[in-house]
């Protein structure tokens, strides 16, 4: 199988994602086979079980950063 020698991050805004957050990651973990990927995961103040998911999983992902309040998509 071809393994590229570039390396990619992929910068990951959350925000109460609970019920998708953990396949998400998984699914972009899959690329990890073909490329050197770093994930960034930003969970931008969710109010739901996303943090602790992610804190859970955290084999699923290279850097978590959380803020305390939401501050939308673009600014995380």
């Known amino acids: ?4 020698n570039k390396s990619f991050t992929a910068i ?4 109460n994602e609970e019920k ?6 998984k ?11 770093e994930i960034i995961v930003i969970n931008d103040g969710s109010t739901d079980l996303t943090n602790d ?9 290279t ?4 803020l305390s309040v ?3 998509k673009g600014r995380a």
């Open 1 to 4: 199988m071809y393994k590229s």
């Open 12 to 15: 990951v805004p959350v925000f």
């Open 20 to 25: 998708f957050v953990v396949h998400a990651l």
């Open 27 to 37: 699914k972009l973990n899959i690329l990890k086979k073909n490329i050197k990927l």
């Open 53 to 61: 998911l992610l804190k859970k999983n955290s084999d699923l992902y």
């Open 63 to 66: 850097k978590l950063l959380s």
């Open 70 to 72: 939401n501050q939308g």
